[in-house]
């Protein structure tokens, strides 16, 4: 994000398998992950800022 310097990466699947594997079933989706891939956090829909920052201050 321009506004904050934050960075971060997006998966391109074209087979969907990954989608499929996390439960995604449209976009936009969201997750927060730890270093070992557990999924700690999810949106689906409007990804709400404040919920995702909430999110990062409690790790």
Do not use: H, K
Not at 8 to 29: E, H, Y
């Amino acid at each position: 994000m321009q506004a904050t310097g934050t960075t971060f990466t997006m998966l391109w699947d074209r087979t969907f398998q990954s989608w499929n594997q996390l439960g995604i079933t449209g976009q936009p989706a969201g997750m927060l992950l730890n270093r070992y891939g557990q999924i700690l956090d999810q949106w689906r829909g409007d990804i709400p800022r404040n919920d995702v920052l909430d999110a990062i201050e409690d790790l």
